[in-house]
């Protein structure tokens, strides 16, 4: 079992920036890839932001690309989702998960076996 305890959400306004940070525990070994998804009121969860922990290049969706930097510290098996220049359509319960990394499917939430309990944003205009 793999547990992630998430923090670092809250209010701001537009064009402000927030941390999101999600600390793993337990049999970290047993998953290859870390994700950052988002699901607003009355809308489907939503793939943000994905990396390895081996590294590599990191996968973003289009409507958080050039704004959200996804980053992992493997000595504190803690990873991170920087966001910046947000917008009140960035509003939503954010969600850190791990799980199964496979290249060219980084955004299909059933590879993630592990969540965390999720973080409020909340963007004003």
């Known amino acids: 079992q793999v547990q992630l305890v998430e923090s670092g959400g809250g209010l701001v306004q537009a064009g402000g920036s927030l941390r999101l940070s999600c600390a793993a525990s337990g049999r970290t070994f047993s998953v290859s890839g870390l994700g950052w998804f988002r699901q607003a009121p009355g809308k489907e969860r939503e793939f943000v932001a994905a990396?390895?922990?081996?590294?590599?290049?990191?996968y973003y969706a289009d409507s958080v690309k050039g704004r959200f930097t996804i980053s992992r510290d493997n000595a504190k098996n803690t990873f991170y989702l920087q966001m910046n220049s947000l917008k009140p359509e960035d509003t939503s319960i954010y969600y850190c998960?791990?799980?199964?990394?496979?290249?060219?499917?980084?955004?299909?939430?059933?590879?993630?076996?592990?969540w965390g309990q999720g973080t409020q944003v909340t963007v004003s205009s």
């Open positions: 998960a791990a799980g199964r990394y496979v290249i060219g499917a980084e955004g299909r939430p059933d590879l993630y076996s592990y």
């Open positions: 990396i390895s922990w081996s590294g590599g290049r990191p």
